[in-house]
């Protein structure tokens, strides 16, 4: 892998075993087989619909989820198989910002508490001076004062909740951050808080993020490259500006289309999808997209797509793309997406 | 706009206030609303600005609940429905007015049968038989594009997904030909491909059946998609209320500005976003004066003083904010001695404001 990655997935699976009927094993597919990297100082963002896998990827990098099989490697060290103990260490590196402020905040602990937690685990504060210096430039960080660290969770509205979350995230000092959904709950106009902070902070502290939404306009404005996922595989990674400008999968098509858009007097031709996601327990076999795609061919129901590079730093799998065969990357065992 | 047909649902000066132990919390405090035959009016407004409570009222859904109507009137067709007893409340709900809500998962019975459900909102109003109901049960089913309508008609809610669960809440509440339908965020928490096909859905039956919506929201990108009229809410009052593309062209209220501003736009690239500073004020702790001058980039003395009134700007485009009141051929509630007052007192300082405006 090239010195510029800081995470590496290859081949990434993560399964989730449900009873089925009649006592019948099945596994729900949450993860399906993805590969990619992550460069030191970007912004990769990860969209797709509910159910596509998003949050299960972003967990099963930081290993909060159990890998089925796959590799991850995180700056340098494959991970993949650590238990939580060999974990431990490395959690100093990546850290997690959750979707619901009011869910990832234990009630009964003060702020103080719960930023200090990480770092009396970690060992990182020498005395109790220390400590509370440490969490004092925390808050300050992240917008908060000091008098907000004898306070408890409840005091607080969602929007600093959140950034109670990013203090807490920061105070190990990490290298990565997965940040899952870190504004969906939120209001528009805390929205635009919470995003402005985040940004500010990466620049200011050299971060990387793995950013995980619903919504395009806002992955589109924190990222720097964009995966887009369709019921556990990527369909289309790219730079951000070619995937907005030139989508090129019919999902990311769709997608795209569907975004309202905050001016009345654009009028777009909109691509209406049938029908919902499919379960991931039984995916369509071939482009797990097919079935709602207005673009299926014969051999889209079963032959999987490869993936093809379609321009620099531009991804997609889809059959549409067939003719771009001699640049397929799928086995080469090369693939740097 | 008065082209558009007359005015179907008016709502003047409502001010519906919850009594709680810690005190008095004024939710909605002076909307008015007029919806427009076979138009929608978009109602926008953050958590708390009280677009749901107005909702309710206007429902005649507050019972059970600790609030209470205290001033204002809601008038259907021209007839007062806020002053009338519970037995014509009820048959105004779902026959004349109806409301679909935010999570359809919690809206719908679990333990009863799609059909069933559909089918008997549809005998409390009319008077057939439960063969002719099922029926037209599965017609509305269809017309909203269920997927395998008949099986669909024995399942139970935990069996579809969110979007077809939806699809039945609109179906249950189309299914008496309302006049007015109450949207409460349809779309809110469904995927965006989902909710293009619920959108679509709902412009379609609008245009089929002639029914006015009211649809309530907190996304700017579905205003502009779907609505004529837009009136923009916070804390309990409307702050604006204009046609949807003079509001997005030419916002006057600095929160809908504020408010355009922080969303962030595909294919619109910003190194940082504009955020409106600060919280929604705690209800039961409003600041004086103008609710979002403690926000507002644009305050002055006087925000922080005295309520502004509504004022006009032109053709049915109005805004809550004193930086309006120049404009103005005359304020909606004209307060004189106050305009006056000001100019005396603060005219440097207005001047500044209104030169920082453009």
Known sequence: MGEDNLLHVEDLYIHYLVSGQGGRKEYVRAVDGISFDVRRGEVFGIVGESGCGKSTLGRGICKLETPSSGTIMLDGENISNYDSKRMRPIRKKIQMVFQDPYASLDPRMSIFNIISEPLIIHKLASNKQDLEEKVIALLHKVGLEDYHARRYPHEFSGGQRQRIGIARALAVEPQLIIADEPVSALDVSIQAQVLNLMTHLQKELKLTYVFIAHDLSVVEHISDRVGVMYLGNFVEVSDKEKLYSHPLHPYTQALLSAVPIPNPTVKRNRIILEGSIPSAVNPPPGCKFHTRCPKCMEICETVPPRCYKADEGHYVYCHLYDDLEQKALYNEGDIRI | ?358
């Open chain 2, 1 to 358: 706009m008065e082209k558009r047909g007359h005015t179907i649902l008016e709502v003047r000066n409502l001010r519906t206030h919850f009594m709680l132990d810690e005190g008095e919390v004024r939710s909605v405090d002076g909307v008015d609303i007029d919806l427009k035959e076979g138009s929608t009016l978009g109602f926008v407004g953050e958590s708390g600005s009280g677009k749901s409570v107005t909702a309710l009222s206007i429902m005649g859904l507050l019972m059970g609940t600790r609030g209470k109507i205290t001033e204002g009137t809601i008038r259907l067709d021209g007839k007062d429905i806020v002053h009338i007893s519970e037995e014509e409340k009820r048959k105004l709900r779902g026959g004349k007015i109806s409301m679909i809500f935010q999570e359809p998962m919690t809206s719908l019975n679990p333990v009863m049968s799609i059909g069933k459900q559909v089918e008997e909102c549809i005998l409390q109003h009319e008077k057939i038989t439960h063969k002719e109901a099922w029926e037209k049960a599965e017609h509305m089913l269809r017309m909203t594009g269920v997927p395998r309508v008949e099986h669909m008609m024995h399942e139970y809610p935990f069996q579809l997904s969110g979007g077809q669960r939806q699809r039945v809440m609109i179906a249950m509440a189309l299914s008496c030909k309302p006049r007015i339908l109450i949207a409460d965020e349809p779309t809110t928490a469904l995927d965006v491909t989902i909710q293009a096909q619920i959108l679509d859905l709902m412009n379609t039956l609008k245009k089929e059946t002639g029914t006015s919506i009211l649809f309530i929201t907190h996304d700017l990108g579905v205003v502009a998609e779907i609505c004529d009229d837009v009136v923009v809410l916070y804390c309990g009052r409307v702050v604006e209320k204009a046609d949807v593309c003079t509001l997005f062209a030419h916002p006057a209220h600095p929160y809908t500005q504020g408010l355009l501003a922080s969303v962030p736009q595909l294919g619109v690239h910003v190194a940082e976003l504009d955020s409106i500073p600060g919280n929604v004020p705690d209800p039961r702790h409003l600041p004086k004066g103008c609710k979002f001058a403690p926000r507002c980039k644009k305050a002055f003395a006087l925000c922080f003083e005295e309520e502004p009134g509504f004022f006009d700007l032109e053709d049915g485009h109005a805004s809550r904010c004193w930086l309006c009141e120049k404009k103005t051929s005359g304020p909606a509630n004209n307060q004189p001695h106050v305009a006056v007052l000001v100019a005396q007192s603060d005219a440097g300082r207005q001047g500044e404001n209104k030169n920082g405006r453009r």
